[in-house]
Nanobody
């Protein structure tokens, strides 16, 4: 599925910042939560941050205080502001959208943090 479009990944030095964006296509109906997952080589995909339609937020413990998830409902877009990046944050980051029936995934965007 190509109904989620991600942008904002790239290469950054440790301590730097990136802002990821994910736009959900209008063809996705009834989204009640969106989030960001990441997967590093040889590791399982893990939830980094999620936000519900009521703007409640959850974060992976290791990113609390550094990452902020937000959404713009009018634009059907979710963002992940990543500050104080560490080399261990290096991974492919995937946008996810959930409805009561289906989940949708983006193609992923590479985030690389150098020492």
């Amino acid at each position: 599925q190509v109904q989620l479009v991600e942008s904002g990944g790239g290469l950054v030095q440790a301590g730097g910042s990136l802002r990821l964006s994910c736009v959900a296509a209008g063809s996705i109906w009834g989204i009640n939560a969106m989030g960001w997952y990441r997967q590093a080589p040889g590791k399982q995909r893990e939830l980094v941050a999620a936000i519900t339609s009521g703007d409640t937020m959850n974060y992976l413990d290791s990113v609390k205080g550094r990452f902020t998830i937000s959404r713009d409902n009018a634009k059907n877009t979710v963002y992940l502001q990543m500050n104080s990046l560490k080399p261990e944050d290096t991974a492919v980051y995937y946008c996810n959208a959930k409805t009561p029936v289906l989940g949708y995934w983006g193609q992923g965007t590479q985030v690389t943090v150098s020492s």
